[in-house]
Nanobody
Framework: QVQLVESGGGLVQPGGSLRLSCEAS????????MGWYRQAPGKQRELVAR???????NYADSVKGRFAISRDNSKNTVTLQMNSLKPEDTAVYYC????????????????WGQGTQVTVSS
């Protein structure tokens, strides 16, 4: 069974920084893409940043130049460095992995973390 364990959320002042981490635990053979989504109250969940197994990245326009995503394939971890945070970045942030296989040839499945709260406020 795959579990995504997130850490690093919290309260930060505008202009501050936070670093979110997510570890995919369990016996995992491969993961295609890893990413972070967020959902603010009353809004739909949206993609924040995503990184493929080939380290190709894409970002939401609202975070480009401020956030950076990276992954460590040997540890099945994905990290989101968030700088110059704004109040509008306040949301629950969810880790997501795409097309994960538990063994060679296994069915591919997506998984979600439980979410970590990020609050940007003075």
């Amino acid at each position: 069974q795959v579990q995504l364990v997130e850490s690093g959320g919290g309260l930060v002042q505008p202009g501050g920084s936070l670093r979110l981490s997510c570890e995919a635990s369990g016996s995992i053979f491969s993961i295609d893409a890893m990413g972070w989504y967020r959902q603010a109250p009353g809004k739909q969940r949206e993609l924040v940043a995503r990184i493929t197994s080939a380290s190709s990245t894409n970002y939401a326009d609202s975070v480009k130049g401020r956030f950076a995503i990276s992954r460590d394939n040997s540890k099945n971890t994905v990290t989101l460095q968030m700088n110059s945070l704004k109040p509008e970045d306040t949301a629950v942030y969810y880790c997501h992995i795409e097309r994960a296989a538990l063994w060679l040839g296994a069915p591919l499945n997506d998984y979600w973390g439980q979410g970590t709260q990020v609050t940007v406020s003075s």
